[in-house]
T-cell receptor
């Protein structure tokens, strides 16, 4: 069974640039959620994708966007990067309407914005 | 909105000591409650959960009881081991949403010394 994998693991961008982060779901999972974890904080829900459509969004501006592909993999795109976007971005996969709260997380992509 | 408040860390204990990490929550309705753990170099993983009042979740010697009257879900373990050193996150899933949106606490770093 393949777990959740994310890429890249680390990256550095400058303010105003755009970034794309990628996630491969655990085998058999059809839902992907993205979380932002600032240093010393708990993860914050960005959005969730199911059947290639956004299916719930947290308190993040529209410059945070995503995609889900037919193979259930996903991308997180962030435009016009700001210094406060520096964080660990976590992808989690699950089964839609499966066991409550049972998310399988990747190790994350650490983004530094200078 | 929903929120989770966790005991401030870091926490350092000797091996075989008793562990309690406090967690309280604010939410409408009847949320599901979770403890996730992040071991060094690994992704977040579900430790235990409880989906209704008075339920007790347990796993790997850890326990937590869903107390609606005190809106709490404290994590306990009778005898900790060095391998329990990790960051522990309390989280909730709202009653009116799918199971993929989690609200996390800020995390408690636990270090066990031999």
């Amino acid at each position: 069974e393949t777990g959740v994998t994310q890429s890249p693991t680390h990256l550095i961008k400058t303010r105003g640039q755009q970034v794309t982060l990628r996630c491969s779901s655990q085998s058999g999972h059809n839902t992907v959620s993205w979380y932002q974890q600032a240093l010393g904080q708990g993860p914050q829900f960005i959005f969730q994708y199911y059947r290639e459509e956004e299916n719930g969004r947290g308190n993040f501006p529209p410059r945070f966007s995503g995609l889900q592909f037919p193979n259930y993999s996903s991308e997180l795109n962030v435009n016009a990067l700001e210094l406060d976007d520096s964080a660990l971005y976590l992808c989690a996969s699950s089964l839609h309407q499966g066991r409550a709260g049972e998310l399988f997380f990747g190790e994350g992509s650490r983004l530094t914005v200078l | 909105g929903d929120s989770v408040t966790q005991m401030e860390g870091p926490v350092t204990l000797s091996e075989e000591a008793f562990l309690t990490i406090n967690c309280t929550y604010t939410a409408t309705g009847y949320p599901s409650l979770f403890w996730y753990v992040q071991y060094p170099g690994e992704g977040l993983q579900l430790l235990l959960k409880a989906t209704k009042a008075d339920d007790k979740g347990s796993n790997k010697g850890f326990e937590a009881t869903y107390r609606k009257e005190t809106t709490s879900f404290h994590l306990e373990k009778g005898s900790v081991q060095v391998s329990d050193s990790a960051v522990y996150f309390c989280a909730l899933s709202p009653a009116n949403f799918g199971n993929e949106k989690l609200t996390f606490g800020t995390g408690t770093r636990l270090t066990i010394i031999p």
